[in-house]
C-alpha cells in the first residue's frame, strides 16, 4: 500500500523536508565517521602501550620493582635494569632543554619583533629546513664532527673549571669551595667527545625549529594594537615582550615547549650515534651513557628471551615517562587556563 501524498503540501515544502532530512543523515554520518578518527588513535596508543606492557613481562616478572633501580644490563647472565637507559633519556632531554628553549625564544623574538621584512623570509626558511632534516643526518654530523670539536673545546674547557681531575692540573676556584659540582663534570676518557651532554646538544639543535617555529606562530598572534599602545607610552621592546607578548601567549609557549620535549624523549638515531651507548651509572654529564630509544634501536635485532621482554619493557617504560611529561604539560596549561580565567 503506497504512502499518500499530502495535497495540502506544496511540492517545494516537500523538496525542503527531504533536504533537510538527508542533511540531518550526513550530518549523523559525518560525526560517525570523525569519532571513528579519534576513537582509533586512541585504539592504536592503548594497544601499542599494552603489547609492550605484554611483551615485556617477562623482565617484570623475573626482576620485579628492581628492574626500575638497576643499573645492571648483562646479556650474558640474563641480568637487566632500566635504571641508566632511562635516566639517560630523561637527562639529555632536559640538557636539550634548558639549551634550546632560550635560543627559540630568540629566534621567534627577532622574527616577529626586530629583524626586518627581507630577513624574515630566509630565517623562516632556514628553520623549517632544519627541522625537515632526517635525525640520522643530525647523528653522523654529531659523531664525525660535533663530538671531535667537543673533545677538543668543550670537554677540556669544562673539566679545567668544574672537575676536581682537570686536565691542566689545577683545580679551578669554584671546584676548591663547591667540591660537589666536579661529579657533574668528571669523565674517564676526557679527550673523547661522545656522551651525554654531547647527545643532549645535538638534541637541542634538533628541537629548536620545533619550538621557535610554534613560538613564532604565536607570537604573531598577538593584536598590533596592543603593542602599538604599549610602545605609545614609552614602552620598550623588551617591556612589550615581557608584559604584553609573553602573557598573551604563555599557554600556547608551554605547549611548544612541551612538544620540543616529547621530541627529545623519542629520538633514537642521532642519540644512538652520541650517546656512547655504555650502561654505566654516574652523575657526569661528560661520560657516556644510554637512553632507552637507543638501547632498542642497538640491541633488539639480536635480542631474545628475556632481553628480548627486557626490551620492550623499556619501550613501556619510555611511553610511562611521556605520558608523564604530557600529563604535566596538561596540569599546567590548565592551571594557567584558570588563572587567566580569573
Not at 625564544?105 to 626558511?125: N, Q
Request: net charge neutral; glycine share 10%; hydrophobic share 55%.
Amino acid at each position: 500500500m503506497h504512502a499518500s501524498v499530502n495535497p495540502t503540501v506544496s511540492p517545494a515544502r516537500q523538496a525542503e523536508a527531504a533536504r533537510n532530512a538527508r542533511d540531518a543523515r550526513n550530518d549523523r554520518v559525518f560525526g560517525w565517521v570523525l569519532k571513528s578518527c579519534a576513537l582509533l588513535v586512541l585504539v592504536a596508543l592503548l594497544g601499542a602501550a599494552a603489547s609492550t606492557l605484554w611483551g615485556g613481562s617477562d623482565a617484570f616478572g623475573t626482576f620485579g620493582w628492581g628492574f626500575l633501580t638497576s643499573d645492571a644490563w648483562d646479556p650474558g647472565n640474563d641480568r637487566y635494569g632500566a635504571l641508566v637507559p632511562v635516566m639517560g633519556t630523561v637527562i639529555t632531554a632536559l640538557i636539550a632543554l634548558i639549551i634550546a628553549v632560550p635560543i627559540s625564544f630568540g629566534i621567534a623574538l627577532f622574527l616577529t619583533e626586530i629583524a626586518p621584512s627581507w630577513l624574515r623570509g630566509p630565517v623562516s626558511s632556514a628553520i623549517e629546513l632544519l627541522a625537515g632534516i632526517p635525525s640520522i643526518i643530525y647523528g653522523m654530523w654529531g659523531l664525525f664532527i660535533f663530538a671531535p670539536f667537543v673533545a677538543a673545546h668543550v670537554k677540556p674547557w669544562l673539566m679545567n673549571n668544574f672537575s676536581d681531575t682537570p686536565p691542566d692540573g689545577q683545580i679551578s676556584w669554584l671546584v676548591q669551595h663547591v667540591p660537589w659540582i666536579a661529579k657533574f663534570f668528571s669523565s674517564e676518557y676526557p679527550f673523547f667527545g661522545a656522551g651525554v651532554l654531547t647527545a643532549g646538544m645535538v638534541l637541542a639543535i634538533m628541537i629548536i625549529p620545533f619550538i621557535s617555529s610554534v613560538m613564532r606562530e604565536v607570537f604573531q598572534t598577538v593584536p598590533t594594537r596592543l603593542k602599538e599602545s604599549a610602545y605609545a607610552l614609552g614602552s620598550s621592546t623588551w617591556e612589550v615582550v615581557w608584559d604584553i607578548v609573553l602573557p598573551y601567549t604563555r599557554s600556547a609557549v608551554i605547549g611548544g615547549v612541551f612538544l620540543g620535549l616529547g621530541r627529545a624523549l623519542g629520538e633514537t638515531m642521532a642519540v644512538a650515534f652520541v650517546l656512547g651507548n655504555t650502561f654505566k651509572f654516574t652523575p657526569s654529564i661528560l661520560e657516556t651513557g644510554s637512553s632507552i630509544a637507543s638501547t632498542i634501536a642497538n640491541q633488539f635485532g639480536e635480542a631474545e628471551g628475556l632481553q628480548k621482554s627486557a626490551l620492550m619493557a623499556l619501550a613501556f617504560l619510555l611511553f610511562v615517562v611521556t605520558f608523564i611529561v604530557l600529563l604535566i604539560a596538561r596540569l599546567m596549561l590548565r592551571q594557567l587556563g584558570n588563572k587567566e580565567g580569573r
